[in-house]
């Protein structure tokens, strides 16, 4: 095994026994009831945030592109959950919560996934700042359209109207235009949400270790000196981008199905940026960094509750010290000290670790 | 920073002093959720308000019940209202009064009505918001009903029988109040002589004024908010047209439209529970108490919110709730205590029955040289 090889190995073992390590005892609080309301309730939604987070970091910090229209994706996921899953129990009188939950989960990501190709095409041939910007007004389009957008089951058919509602008189609306979706029966679960995230982390960790991961990054750190090799940009591109929409739509579902209601303004460029500072402040390229990032910053205000008018204020200043932190050369020095023994365990020779940078 | 230790001194003997006096007090812990940061904190902040005058006059009173109120916010999002309701519930609340906006309202409503906790909404209009869930109530008018209290009050003032609708044809608000109007209007006798539309992008409104005028319209009823309703103000002025203009609670704000002449408002009516100049010696109590304690005026959303605290003590009372009832107990009580109690706020005299909606009379002021006045 290479010194390479096994880095890869130790991280990849860690970010899995991390996860599965805090399932577990989260698991274990909740049979025992040890665990306080407020925290069991923000659980799906953390699933969610973190395969947001893990996704867009697939596009931004291994394929290298800025795009601040993740949020879109995530929007679509959750009304295709709310659509399919109300139409499974209409037309189909499906009652198993979590078989309807994986479906409308998959059918989410699939949705999010063709429009991901979709916007892929003429986006991906863009660059930088242009990207960007596209993707931002894709996001912002995305919300616009649901805002008018108007679907109802009647005698287990859907009917879908646009602008205008016209629906059969014996409709159950499931998206109601501004109001969003309406009267989703919640059936998200923290278990299905773990599930989904470790098949988020196969899927992410295991794309950017294979060939075309390498491909990936190739493109990213020097466009034309990967092109010049013969691979092709725009092709690794698109596949880090749709994988990453599929990933979001499938958070979406998730998200979606947790609550009663969806309305098209919790999906705003705010929410994309949301996750973006997730992503850049649990490290560019690096996934456990998200995860960690995209925990802590959403129990976060939530831990704050107490400081009442002054919590967002707080807030900022928390993510400001975090930020300063964690890229003070001096800071980051003491922590690899601190850290030194226990990387030590796992190399003989600590000047393997001193030198190597991971994939950042 | 004196400030503060005097505050906190006078907390305490003020605590002191309350239970010295009041031994045999019931605590109840009502939990107050709204958007007290991000867009809507301004109605928020209203209700928060509202509910403390409330807990402040019913605890200086020293009855039966003690109140602490818990306040969490929502930011106006249904993400987190899940959050503030669940902080609330760790904090030991009993019973929630909110949560202040809609939307929020739907998601917690629903999340209390399969937890089994009690929700009072001071001002959540929409009919989502009661719809399919026993335990959710409001203080004001759904949406819709507005149209209907509406048509009403123009009926029983006989205010005329010729009425003009113009409407938004693009808003829920807007279409919802307009079909109960024309619904309950038909039922009355009133005569719809002619009804436009218009829509979020429309900014001249010469042919929906024209059409209502050509017909001979005596009322023009606005179901809207009040930028478009300043629009249609102008340009009646404009044509010389001078019929009564009624709208509902979107309306209240046109006074503080910028570039608006005033004037132009003077005579409009518009449909709305609360008056903060009312001669009302209860209203004008809480609108002295509201001043002295927050510096400012109190709008509609406190009124509805100091009205609902008193609303849920008065269903604690006939409900038998103590200290120790869990907030699963109390719902199933509260619940049915709600239909058999009748309360006289300052918002009006309110009784509800299962569907969680208020009945109370509908009240509309007129705009009289810059203020609202009852008449």
Redesign the interface.
Same mark, same amino acid.
């Given at each position: 095994m290479t010194k390479a090889k096994r880095k890869r190995l130790i991280y990849n073992l860690v970010t899995f026994g991390l996860v599965i390590g805090a399932f577990i005892i989260l698991e274990n609080m909740i049979a025992a009831k040890a665990i306080s309301r407020s925290l069991k309730g923000q659980l799906v939604p953390i699933c969610a945030w973190i395969i947001m987070a893990v996704s867009l970091n697939l596009v931004i910090g291994f394929s290298g592109e800025l795009s601040l229209g993740h949020a879109g994706f995530m929007s679509i996921g959750a009304y295709t959950g709310a659509v399919v899953s109300g139409w499974l129990v209409a037309a189909f009188d499906m009652q198993d919560p979590i078989l309807r939950l994986v479906l409308t989960i998959l059918a989410g990501g699939i949705l999010a996934g063709i429009f991901g190709v979709l916007i892929g095409i003429p986006v991906l041939r863009l660059r930088g700042d242009y990207l960007a910007i596209v993707t931002l007004a894709f996001g912002e389009i995305i919300r616009n359209l649901v805002n008018v957008l108007y679907i109802g089951t009647a005698d287990g058919n859907l009917h879908f109207a646009f602008l205008n509602k016209e629906m059969p008189a014996n409709v159950t609306m499931l998206v109601d235009g501004a109001k969003g979706a309406v009267k989703i029966k919640p059936i998200s679960t923290f278990e299905v949400g773990f599930v989904l995230i470790l098949i988020t982390l196969l899927v992410v960790l295991n794309l950017v270790n294979s060939r075309a991961g390498r491909a990936i990054q190739a493109t990213r750190d020097n466009r034309i000196a990967a092109e010049s090799m013969g691979v092709s940009v725009t092709k690794y591109k698109m596949m880090a981008f749709v994988t990453a929409a599929v990933l979001a739509g499938m958070a979406g579902a998730l998200y979606g199905l947790n609550s009663s209601t969806v309305v098209p303004t919790q999906f705003t460029f705010n929410q994309s940026i949301n996750v973006l500072v997730f992503v850049v402040l649990g490290g560019l390229g690096n996934v456990l960094g998200s995860i960690i990032s995209a925990t802590f910053l959403t129990v976060l205000p939530e831990v704050l509750r107490e400081f009442a008018d002054y919590r967002m204020l707080v807030y900022a200043v928390v993510l400001i010290l975090v930020m300063i932190f964690t890229n003070n050369p001096t800071t980051r020095a003491i922590a690899d000290r601190l850290f030194a023994p226990v990387k030590k365990l796992f190399h003989k020779d600590r000047r393997e670790t001193a030198g190597g940078g991971d994939v950042k | 920073m004196k400030k503060l230790i005097a505050l906190a001194l006078a907390l305490v003997l003020a605590l002191t002093v309350c239970s010295a006096f009041a031994e045999e007090a019931i605590t109840l812990k009502i939990a107050h959720i709204g958007p %007290? &940061?991000g867009p809507a904190a301004l109605y928020g902040i209203a209700t928060s308000r509202g509910a403390q005058i409330a807990v402040d006059e019913i605890n200086a009173a020293g009855g039966k019940y003690r109140i602490e109120l818990i306040?969490? $916010?929502d930011e106006h999002?249904? @993400? +987190?209202v899940?959050?503030a309701?669940? =902080?609330a %519930? $760790?904090a030991g609340a009993q019973m929630i009064i909110g949560t202040t906006t809609s +939307?929020p309202c @739907? =998601?917690a409503g =629903?999340?209390g009505y &399969?937890d089994r906790v009690f929700f009072l909404t001071p001002s959540a209009s929409?009919t =989502?918001v009661i719809e399919?869930k026993d335990n959710v109530f409001q203080v004001c008018f759904t949406d819709p009903n507005q149209g209907a209290a509406s048509a009403q009050y123009i009926a029983e003032n006989k205010l005329g029988t010729k009425v003009a609708v113009i409407y938004n044809n693009a808003d829920?608000y807007s279409t919802g109040i307009r079909d109960t109007f024309v619904e309950k209007g038909a039922e009355l006798g009133l005569e719809i002589v002619s009804e436009e539309t218009f829509t979020d992008e429309t900014t001249d409104f010469t042919v929906q004024v024209g059409k209502a005028q050509e017909a001979g319209a005596e009322i023009v009823f606005l179901p809207m908010y009040y930028t478009p309703a300043s629009l249609i103000l102008k340009t009646a002025a404009d044509k010389n047209y001078k019929p009564i203009f009624f709208g509902v609670d979107g309306m209240d704000g046109i006074l503080s439209v910028e570039g608006f002449d005033t004037s132009l408002a003077e005579g409009v009516m518009l449909l709305t529970p609360f008056v903060a100049t009312s001669e009302d010696p209860k209203v004008a109590n809480f609108v002295k108490l509201y001043q002295d304690k927050f510096g400012e005026t109190p709008i509609q959303f406190a009124a509805d919110s100091y009205d609902g605290i008193y609303i849920l003590v008065a269903a604690a009372e006939k409900a038998g709730i103590t200290a120790e009832t869990t907030p699963e107990e109390a719902c199933e009580l509260l619940i049915a205590a709600m239909k058999e109690i009748k309360v006289d706020g300052i918002t009006g005299s309110m009784t509800w029955d299962e569907s969680g909606a208020v009945t109370k009379t509908p009240m509309a002021a007129t705009i009289e040289n810059g203020v609202y006045v009852f008449k």
């Amino acid at each position: 095994m290479t010194k390479a090889k096994r880095k890869r190995l130790i991280y990849n073992l860690v970010t899995f026994g991390l996860v599965i390590g805090a399932f577990i005892i989260l698991e274990n609080m909740i049979a025992a009831k040890a665990i306080s309301r407020s925290l069991k309730g923000q659980l799906v939604p953390i699933c969610a945030w973190i395969i947001m987070a893990v996704s867009l970091n697939l596009v931004i910090g291994f394929s290298g592109e800025l795009s601040l229209g993740h949020a879109g994706f995530m929007s679509i996921g959750a009304y295709t959950g709310a659509v399919v899953s109300g139409w499974l129990v209409a037309a189909f009188d499906m009652q198993d919560p979590i078989l309807r939950l994986v479906l409308t989960i998959l059918a989410g990501g699939i949705l999010a996934g063709i429009f991901g190709v979709l916007i892929g095409i003429p986006v991906l041939r863009l660059r930088g700042d242009y990207l960007a910007i596209v993707t931002l007004a894709f996001g912002e389009i995305i919300r616009n359209l649901v805002n008018v957008l108007y679907i109802g089951t009647a005698d287990g058919n859907l009917h879908f109207a646009f602008l205008n509602k016209e629906m059969p008189a014996n409709v159950t609306m499931l998206v109601d235009g501004a109001k969003g979706a309406v009267k989703i029966k919640p059936i998200s679960t923290f278990e299905v949400g773990f599930v989904l995230i470790l098949i988020t982390l196969l899927v992410v960790l295991n794309l950017v270790n294979s060939r075309a991961g390498r491909a990936i990054q190739a493109t990213r750190d020097n466009r034309i000196a990967a092109e010049s090799m013969g691979v092709s940009v725009t092709k690794y591109k698109m596949m880090a981008f749709v994988t990453a929409a599929v990933l979001a739509g499938m958070a979406g579902a998730l998200y979606g199905l947790n609550s009663s209601t969806v309305v098209p303004t919790q999906f705003t460029f705010n929410q994309s940026i949301n996750v973006l500072v997730f992503v850049v402040l649990g490290g560019l390229g690096n996934v456990l960094g998200s995860i960690i990032s995209a925990t802590f910053l959403t129990v976060l205000p939530e831990v704050l509750r107490e400081f009442a008018d002054y919590r967002m204020l707080v807030y900022a200043v928390v993510l400001i010290l975090v930020m300063i932190f964690t890229n003070n050369p001096t800071t980051r020095a003491i922590a690899d000290r601190l850290f030194a023994p226990v990387k030590k365990l796992f190399h003989k020779d600590r000047r393997e670790t001193a030198g190597g940078g991971d994939v950042k | 920073m004196k400030k503060l230790i005097a505050l906190a001194l006078a907390l305490v003997l003020a605590l002191t002093v309350c239970s010295a006096f009041a031994e045999e007090a019931i605590t109840l812990k009502i939990a107050h959720i709204g958007p %007290l &940061t991000g867009p809507a904190a301004l109605y928020g902040i209203a209700t928060s308000r509202g509910a403390q005058i409330a807990v402040d006059e019913i605890n200086a009173a020293g009855g039966k019940y003690r109140i602490e109120l818990i306040d969490e $916010d929502d930011e106006h999002n249904v @993400e +987190k209202v899940i959050n503030a309701y669940n =902080a609330a %519930l $760790d904090a030991g609340a009993q019973m929630i009064i909110g949560t202040t906006t809609s +939307k929020p309202c @739907e =998601a917690a409503g =629903a999340q209390g009505y &399969t937890d089994r906790v009690f929700f009072l909404t001071p001002s959540a209009s929409s009919t =989502a918001v009661i719809e399919d869930k026993d335990n959710v109530f409001q203080v004001c008018f759904t949406d819709p009903n507005q149209g209907a209290a509406s048509a009403q009050y123009i009926a029983e003032n006989k205010l005329g029988t010729k009425v003009a609708v113009i409407y938004n044809n693009a808003d829920v608000y807007s279409t919802g109040i307009r079909d109960t109007f024309v619904e309950k209007g038909a039922e009355l006798g009133l005569e719809i002589v002619s009804e436009e539309t218009f829509t979020d992008e429309t900014t001249d409104f010469t042919v929906q004024v024209g059409k209502a005028q050509e017909a001979g319209a005596e009322i023009v009823f606005l179901p809207m908010y009040y930028t478009p309703a300043s629009l249609i103000l102008k340009t009646a002025a404009d044509k010389n047209y001078k019929p009564i203009f009624f709208g509902v609670d979107g309306m209240d704000g046109i006074l503080s439209v910028e570039g608006f002449d005033t004037s132009l408002a003077e005579g409009v009516m518009l449909l709305t529970p609360f008056v903060a100049t009312s001669e009302d010696p209860k209203v004008a109590n809480f609108v002295k108490l509201y001043q002295d304690k927050f510096g400012e005026t109190p709008i509609q959303f406190a009124a509805d919110s100091y009205d609902g605290i008193y609303i849920l003590v008065a269903a604690a009372e006939k409900a038998g709730i103590t200290a120790e009832t869990t907030p699963e107990e109390a719902c199933e009580l509260l619940i049915a205590a709600m239909k058999e109690i009748k309360v006289d706020g300052i918002t009006g005299s309110m009784t509800w029955d299962e569907s969680g909606a208020v009945t109370k009379t509908p009240m509309a002021a007129t705009i009289e040289n810059g203020v609202y006045v009852f008449k």
